[in-house]
Nanobody, 122 residues
Framework: QVQLVESGGGLVQAGGSLRLSCAAS????????MGWFRQAPGKEREFVAA????????DYAHSVKGRFTISRNNAENTVYLQMNSLKPEDTAVYFC???????????????WGQGTQVTVSS
């Protein structure tokens, strides 16, 4: 069992930056592919970024590529999402997710956090 807790959300102006954190407990994240998803009001949840459990392979949604960076610190059992050049359309609740030894392109995850709100004003 893996428990995930997101933090770092907030209100920021367009063009600004935020760094989201996902702290894991119960298991070490080194064996888990970790992903970030988001859900805007009235929309379905969508994939944002993922980092593979082994190695450094990463995957990003086209809409965030070049602006967002996913990283992990296995020693701290934490995954990060650095978000730069934020746009109003990035406004959503952001969720962290984990899948045991998942492949990088999987969109099916076993564990989810409660989410953190990101609001980007124009």
């Amino acid at each position: 069992q893996v428990q995930l807790v997101e933090s770092g959300g907030g209100l920021v102006q367009a063009g600004g930056s935020l760094r989201l954190s996902c702290a894991a407990s119960g298991r070490t994240v080194s064996s888990y592919t970790m992903g970030w998803f988001r859900q805007a009001p009235g929309k379905e949840r969508e994939f944002v970024a993922a980092i593979r459990w082994s190695g450094s392979l990463k995957d990003y949604a086209h809409s965030v590529k070049g602006r967002f960076t996913i990283s992990r610190n296995n020693a701290e059992n934490t995954v990060y999402l650095q978000m730069n050049s934020l746009k109003p359309e990035d406004t959503a609740v952001y969720f962290c997710a984990a899948r045991y030894r998942g492949e990088i392109f999987t969109r099916s995850y076993d564990y989810w956090g409660q989410g953190t709100q990101v609001t980007v004003s124009s």
